[in-house]
């Protein structure tokens, strides 16, 4: 089993930035890749961006390009998910990802609200 806890959500002002992380424990060596998803109100939950747990960023969103980057610490077992320039539009909760062989595994979620 893998527990997954993010946190750093917040209240932001559009134009603004917040950094979260995601934690995970337990049995790491079964993940291949975490990612960070988002679900907005009355919206299906969508891929924001992933990581191969050799530190290499895979994919992003279209519409996070160039604002948001991925980025781990095997030594910590973080996941951290940088977020420049926010529109209000990134409202979301925000989950963590892990991809395993054995199956996959999702945090508790943390919202991040943009708003002037």
Same mark, same amino acid.
Request: contains cysteine.
């Given at each position: 089993?893998?527990?997954?806890? #993010?946190?750093g959500? +917040?209240?932001?002002q559009?134009g603004?930035?917040l950094?979260?992380?995601?934690k995970?424990?337990?049995? !790491?060596?079964?993940?291949?890749? !975490? ?6 109100? +009355?919206?299906?939950? #969508? ?6 747990t050799? +530190?290499i ?13 991925i ?11 940088? !977020?420049?320039?926010?529109k209000? #539009? ?6 963590c990802?892990?991809?395993?062989f054995?199956?996959?595994y999702?945090?508790q +979620? ?6 002037s």
């Amino acid at each position: 089993q893998v527990q997954l806890v #993010e946190s750093g959500g +917040g209240l932001v002002q559009p134009g603004g930035s917040l950094r979260l992380s995601c934690k995970a424990s337990g049995s !790491m060596f079964s993940i291949y890749s !975490m990612g960070w998803y988002r679900q907005a109100p +009355g919206k299906q939950r #969508e891929l924001v961006a992933t990581i191969t747990t050799g +530190g290499i960023p895979i994919n992003y969103q279209d519409s996070v390009k160039g604002r948001f980057t991925i980025s781990r610490d095997n030594a910590k077992n973080t996941v951290y998910l940088q !977020m420049n320039s926010l529109k209000p #539009e990134d409202t979301a909760v925000y989950y963590c990802k892990g991809l395993g062989f054995a199956g996959d595994y999702w945090g508790q +979620g943390t919202q991040v609200t943009v708003s002037s």
